[in-house]
């Protein structure tokens, strides 16, 4: 179940980020944000974001258990001005391949055209190949690609979907 993110959910939303992070980006982004600095410092920066409503969130709900947590609004990429962006979607380990993230991305997509946006974009890591292929499946198109410096020191690429 889709439901907002509260506050007894950063915990386990923070978990599932910095776990997927140590998991998937290792060999390819800098390794200092991967160690216990590394999560720490993000593990703050989510906390912050979630306090503050920066983003729209919400997790992914099972029997009591967070399984994912989907991070979404307005993009801060200055020529796509006007586009609806897909921050995170992170799914735990034991979840994946069981379609939340499909539905998650579908959601994210009926949020942005209720808010009256018409196209959706969200980033991955170049690298992230498992990534870059689910979005294509549903759609998304690269539409840039660039080196991202620190901290990521690593290639970015982004993909974009007009939902009109």
């Not at 386990?12 to 200092?32: L, S």
């Not at 983003?55 to 801060?76: C, H, K, N, P």
């Not at 890591?125 to 998304?140: C, E, M, W």
Request: aromatic share 12%; proline share 1%.
């Amino acid at each position: 179940m889709i439901r907002p993110l509260v506050e007894s959910d950063f915990d386990a939303a923070i978990q599932i980020v910095n776990r997927n992070w140590k998991n998937v980006y290792v060999g390819y982004i800098n390794q200092g944000l991967l160690n216990d600095a590394g999560c720490q410092e993000r593990s703050q920066q989510l906390r912050e974001d979630f306090i503050n409503h920066r983003l729209f969130e919400y997790v992914w709900e099972e029997s009591g258990q967070i399984l994912g947590l989907l991070s979404m609004g307005t993009t801060a990429d200055t020529d796509k001005a006007s586009a609806f962006e897909i921050w995170r979607i992170y799914i735990s380990a034991e979840a994946q391949g069981k379609g939340i993230g499909g539905q998650l991305l579908t959601f994210a997509e009926q949020t942005a055209r209720a808010n009256g946006y018409a196209e959706i974009i969200i980033w991955a890591f170049s690298k992230n190949t498992r990534a870059i292929k689910f979005y294509q499946k549903y759609g998304y198109q690269i539409d840039k690609e660039e080196y991202l410096d620190a901290p990521y020191l690593t290639c970015g690429t982004r993909l974009s979907k007009n939902i009109s």
